[in-house]
């Protein structure tokens, strides 16, 4: 019988139930849609860093330097040095990562000895620079260096200002792409860990002086390489046993090598300028930080939520506004829906004086009442949940397919204030800020429908809490009162 008078009494007065379900429906569904969004903006940026960083990275350590002047060197050219193709010189240099210390293999051990650290390698960042410009004015400069003047400061050849170069720039081009040396003992640590098999294998354990590589997607496509293809790298040619894609979209590594063998091309047996370390657990990343700061105190050491901080664009911004302006909205929202319905209930009480005094003069106690009030806010409750996880799941539905891509770009180079050439073809060299664009997603799991739903009811019991109270007030002399 009590829930036979339960519903006869809501399908009596439709008007209020309807809005009073309704009030609690938008505010489950705002939260819902926030909440989805908030956790693709997150899972948004746990690829980017995943992408960039390496996943099972807890921990990077780097080391920054200042770049001396012998950088110079690096990039001084000579007609004995480069390769004349027609009326063009052009140079393939292969260097570790300007601005990047380095550290010996034994601190890679040390620091995998360290209590709650689960494992760690080294790695080594390169980067092939191939520089190509016109003869003419390769043999002007380095005349002109000899007779004491800087290089690089020949006039370009008459009518020519070289290919996009203003007045004074010298008629150069400068292509690059990334190389990683990697420690094939463990690749699901490290820049590999980040990525997905298109095509071959990755690198296995005794490999680590072998001729072979894995390229990414997007460079085997420019360069029209396919595994079983040759790569010349160096002086060397290497095979290329697998292509790779980076699972957030991201440019990423073009050419992954061996470590061994990249340390060898910059003759840095021994040495590292990357080492990634898993921890045991997620809880025991700070102390980790902390003993390999003690360990290493000129190094840099960078957990996920350092380098999540370092993403600019729009999915910085996203994460910004996700985290400020729409948590409070919805915190906002909600409590406006929960006193609403309690507000809506009360007025009703109110209005239904004559019935539930007539109901306490034959008999019915306050708690019966109090129970009959709560029963109809609950089941408007329960039809608020299911119109707001209704609501929620199509707006994060919209909301993930009429959102445009995010963008995160994060700079990993070291600034550049070299003035004359050299600076310039470092600054072009060294510009390694990497953009990679991600989908964006809104996900409702179980746990947020399970959240919503709680939350109407929570708002349900709120108002039935109120509307309850107001009844429990009320005495069978009003109800004769009102009574015509």
């Known amino acids: 019988m009590f829930f036979t008078y339960v519903w006869r009494e809501l399908r009596r007065r439709k008007r209020q139930a309807l809005l009073t379900s309704l009030g609690l429906a938008l505010g489950v569904a705002l939260v819902v849609i926030v909440s989805a969004v908030t956790a693709g903006v997150g899972d948004a ?68 000895r360290m209590d709650d650290v689960a494992a760690s390698v080294g790695g080594l960042l390169l980067t092939n620079a191939r520089v190509s410009g016109d003869y003419e004015w390769l043999e002007q400069s380095e005349q002109l260096e000899q007779s004491g003047g800087g290089f690089g400061q020949g006039p370009p050849p008459e009518g020519e200002a ?32 980040s990525v997905e098999v298109v095509d071959g294998r990755l690198f296995e354990p005794g490999e680590e002086a072998d001729y072979v590589a894995v390229v990414s997607g ?15 790298v160096g002086e060397n040619e290497y095979e290329v046993i697998g292509t790779v894609a980076s699972q957030a979209g991201g440019e990423g590594v073009n ?14 047996e021994g040495k590292v300028n990357q080492i990634y370390v898993r921890a045991g657990s997620a809880e025991s ?31 910085g911004n996203a994460s910004s506004l996700a985290d400020r302006l729409g948590t409070w909205l919805a915190i906002a929202v909600l409590a406006a829906a929960f006193l609403v319905a309690g507000l809506l209930t009360m007025a009703g009480v109110s209005r239904r004086t004559t019935e539930f005094g007539t109901l306490k003069a034959i008999g019915w106690r306050s708690r019966r009442i109090v129970g009959q009030v709560m029963g109809e806010s609950l089941l408007q409750g329960v039809i608020g949940a299911v119109l ?48 990679v664009s991600i989908e964006m997603t809104a996900p409702v799991g179980l746990e947020l429908v399970l959240l919503a739903v709680g939350l109407a009811l929570a708002g349900a019991v709120f108002a039935g809490v109120l509307g309850g109270w107001r009844a429990a007030r009320l005495r069978p002399a009003e109800a004769l009162r009102r009574v015509e």
């Open 45 to 112: 940026q746990q690829d980017v860093l995943k992408s960039l960083y390496g996943v099972g990275t807890d921990v990077t350590v780097t080391k920054s330097v200042e770049m001396q002047q012998s950088m110079r060197g690096q990039f001084r050219m000579s007609t004995d040095d480069v390769e004349k193709v027609g009326d063009q010189f052009v140079r393939d240099t292969v260097i570790a990562t300007p601005g990047a210390g380095t550290f010996l293999e034994e601190r890679v051990t040390e620091i995998s």
């Open 162 to 193: 070289g290919a996009g170069q203003g007045a004074g720039m010298p008629p150069i081009e400068i292509t690059t792409y990334s190389m990683a040396g990697v420690d094939v003992s463990d690749v699901e640590l490290g820049p590999l860990g």
């Open 218 to 232: 997007s460079y085997a496509k420019q360069e029209e390489l396919a595994v079983g293809d040759a790569l010349t």
């Open 255 to 268: 050419v992954y090598l061996p470590l061994v063998r990249a340390q060898k091309l910059v003759d840095s």
């Open 285 to 315: 990343i700070p102390a980790v930080e902390a003993r390999i700061a003690e360990l290493l105190p000129a190094a840099t050491v960078t957990s996920a939520e350092d380098l999540a901080e370092q993403v600019s664009g729009s999915l």
């Open 388 to 435: 707001g996880v209704g609501l929620g799941v199509l707006g994060a539905v919209l909301v993930a397919q009429l959102s445009p891509d995010l963008q995160a770009s994060v700079s990993t180079g070291p600034e550049i204030q070299e003035g004359g050439m050299v600076g310039r073809m470092a600054g072009e060299l060294l510009d390694t800020t990497q953009t």
